[in-house]
């Protein structure tokens, strides 16, 4: 019965957290005390430990990733759903990178919400649409490409994601700028790239190199 799962909300809103915490009410769950920033929902998460807890990203002192990375650590039972407007890939593979139990954007109708918590209550994931198809559509395929890399070449990309130029890539590996620029070269090649576009698609998968 709804009444034995607890759940914590917790957003900077004030608005979308009573409409939120009021709808989950008339459904009979055992509503705890609403967080309005990040550091008062891991208090109520490690004192109260809820069932689910359903968080923002964006929340003042701590995010909602920093929030869960912390439960995480101190091994609490409690499963976590990501309520955001971002729709980001870096935000999609940082939380299914730390197995969130759900992922939902607040343009969402409210049976969603419903329906995600159905879902995570059985253990089971659950997400918004859009989060699969930026998953299957942007993420996957861009770490298969990155998958194709040499360790050396990984290591470049990984350098020049940090803004070093070739030259200072080659002092850094100890090699001469014509084997960076081999290595650019054949990295461009593998990710079927423009010959003057590496650069950009480093900045637009920055996240994804940090966990390939």
């Known amino acids: 019965m709804n009444h034995n799962t607890s759940i914590l909300v917790a957003d900077d809103h004030p608005v979308l957290l009573k409409g939120l915490r009021d709808e989950l009410l008339n459904l009979e769950f055992n509503v705890l005390e609403g967080a309005t920033n990040g550091a008062q929902a891991l208090e109520l998460i490690v004192s ?49 990178k730390m197995k969130i139990s759900g992922y939902l954007l607040k343009d969402e109708p409210f049976s969603e919400i419903k329906k995600c918590i159905k879902e995570v209550s059985n253990g089971r994931f659950y997400a918004s649409k859009v989060f699969d198809d930026v998953f299957n559509n942007e993420i996957s395929p861009q770490i298969q490409k990155i998958k194709f890399l040499s360790p050396s070449e990984r290591t470049i990309v990984r350098l ?31 990710l079927d790239l423009p010959s003057d576009s590496l650069s950009v698609w480093v900045k637009d998968n920055k996240d994804l190199l940090e966990n390939v």
């Open 160 to 190: 020049i994601a940090g803004e070093n130029s070739t030259k200072e890539i080659a002092e850094i590996l100890s090699i001469s700028t014509r084997t960076v620029d081999k290595h650019r070269s054949n990295i461009i090649s593998k």
């Open 48 to 96: 109260k430990k809820p069932t689910i807890a359903i968080l923002d990203i964006n929340m003042p002192f701590l995010t909602g990733f920093e929030v869960i990375k912390k439960c995480q650590l101190e091994s609490l039972k409690t499963k976590f759903i990501i309520l955001t407007s971002y729709k980001e890939k870096g935000f999609v593979l940082k939380a299914k």
